[in-house]
């Protein structure tokens, strides 16, 4: 059974930083391509940073590029996002996601359609930013 459990977020000041992490479970991630994702109250769903199965080829949307970093551990079946200076407009459930390259195009698309129709997905972990 496959399960994707998130932990690391949090409250924390404008211009903090936090580390998601992802841990997977049930699955070989080198297989996937991941993802995290976010949604806030009222909001759709938007992909955040996705990132192929060996480390490369990496997608970031507009509003984090410089500021977010997506890692895995293929061994660890970890995923991760460093998520640097942080701004109000940056809360929300942060969840992850793994989708297979048979079913989802490319990592581009992971983070555009959401991980497509048959994504994996975590419960999620609340980001929380405020002074």
């Known amino acids: 059974q496959v399960q994707l459990v998130e932990s690391g977020g949090g409250l924390v000041q404008p211009g903090g930083s936090l580390r998601l992490s992802c841990q997977a479970s049930?699955?070989?991630?080198?297989?996937?391509?991941v993802g995290w994702f976010r949604q806030a109250p009222g909001k759709e769903r938007e992909g955040v940073s996705c990132m192929g199965r060996y480390n490369d080829n990496v997608y970031y949307l507009d509003s984090v590029k410089g500021r977010f970093t997506v890692s895995r551990d293929n061994a660890k079946k970890e995923v991760y996002l460093e998520m640097n200076r942080l701004r109000p407009e940056d809360p929300a459930t942060y969840y992850c996601a793994v989708a297979s390259p048979i079913h989802i195009s490319s990592v581009q698309a992971m983070c555009t359609y959401l991980g497509g129709r048959d994504a994996y997905w975590g419960q999620g972990t609340q980001v929380t930013v405020s002074s």
């Open positions: 049930g699955l070989t991630l080198d297989y996937f391509i």
